[in-house]
């Protein structure tokens, strides 16, 4: 079954792919917003879908009518929605176990250096650091960003944003800009609303974790 992201049907025009791994096709919109098309289950983004793997086909996207039109000429209408704003928050692990699960994955240095900006609350400085297509730091800085807009904290997220929109690249710039008004992908959401960690560990090789440690550093430091 194909599952899409109501946000989706907010865009106009064309969005053309630009990249495209074993398992994702990424797509960028005229406003550089990017859509992504997912084969894994229950892995829809902020601004995309899950869909079989001949999605991955595909080279551009419009939305008509409420429907999906691939190439000019697939019209997708038969899908379920999903809805990428958080509701509730249920669960979170704590801070020091997530970190520690981190450091198992990391190189040394580049772990000490993130908990050492995270520790004195300097959100900026790394972003863009970090191994992954988005950037460990952004995923770190996407949980602190939902949790600020969900408990409607006083972080200055225009600013990161600011920094973030030369400091990193498309794809995590908008992970970072949909969190920060409270959207976020699948796997985030189960994490949050279902106590479903698997699905978020099993996103990325670190992302899932960045995540999480963001997440629980909001929790359990900054909030």
Same mark, same amino acid.
């Given at each position: 079954?194909?599952?899409?992201?109501?946000?989706?049907?907010?865009?106009?025009?064309?969005?053309?792919?630009?990249?495209?791994?074993?398992?994702?096709?990424?797509?960028?919109?005229?406003?550089?917003?990017?859509?992504?098309?997912?084969?894994?289950?229950?892995?829809?983004?902020?601004?995309?879908?899950?869909?079989?793997?001949?999605?991955?086909?595909?080279?551009?996207?419009?939305?008509?009518?409420?429907?999906?039109?691939?190439?000019?000429?697939?019209?997708?209408?038969?899908?379920?929605?999903?809805?990428?704003?958080?509701?509730?928050?249920?669960?979170?692990?704590?801070?020091?176990?997530?970190?520690?699960?981190?450091?198992?994955? *990391?190189?040394?240095?580049?772990?000490?250096?993130?908990?050492?900006? =995270?520790? $004195? &609350?300097? @959100?900026?400085? !790394?972003? %863009?650091?970090?191994?992954?297509?988005?950037?460990?730091?952004?995923?770190?800085?996407?949980?602190?960003?939902?949790?600020?807009?969900?408990?409607?904290?006083?972080?200055?997220?225009?600013?990161?944003?600011?920094?973030?929109?030369?400091?990193?690249?498309?794809?995590?710039?908008?992970?970072?800009?949909?969190?920060?008004?409270?959207?976020?992908?699948?796997?985030?959401?189960?994490?949050?609303?279902?106590?479903?960690?698997?699905?978020? *560990?099993?996103?990325?090789?670190?992302?899932?974790?960045?995540?999480? =440690?963001? $997440? &629980?550093? @909001?929790?359990? !430091?900054? %909030?």
């Amino acid at each position: 079954m194909v599952e899409i992201a109501n946000t989706v049907f907010d865009k106009k025009g064309y969005a053309k792919s630009f990249f495209k791994t074993k398992h994702t096709k990424y797509f960028i919109f005229n406003d550089d917003d990017i859509f992504t098309i997912s084969t894994y289950n229950n892995r829809v983004g902020a601004l995309g879908m899950s869909a079989p793997s001949h999605f991955l086909d595909f080279s551009t996207l419009k939305i008509e009518n409420n429907y999906l039109v691939f190439d000019d000429k697939f019209i997708l209408n038969d899908f379920i929605i999903y809805n990428p704003k958080i509701d509730k928050i249920n669960f979170h692990e704590s801070y020091d176990k997530i970190k520690n699960r981190l450091k198992d994955k *990391l190189d040394y240095r580049i772990y000490n250096k993130i908990i050492d900006y =995270l520790r $004195i &609350s300097d @959100f900026i400085t !790394l972003i %863009g650091f970090g191994p992954g297509l988005t950037p460990l730091f952004d995923d770190i800085l996407s949980g602190i960003l939902l949790l600020n807009y969900f408990y409607n904290k006083d972080l200055d997220y225009n600013a990161i944003l600011k920094a973030a929109k030369t400091k990193t690249n498309n794809l995590s710039y908008f992970q970072m800009k949909y969190a920060a008004n409270g959207y976020v992908p699948k796997p985030v959401k189960l994490y949050l609303e279902n106590f479903d960690k698997a699905a978020l *560990l099993n996103m990325g090789n670190t992302s899932g974790l960045g995540w999480m =440690l963001g $997440i &629980s550093f @909001f929790f359990d !430091l900054e %909030g």
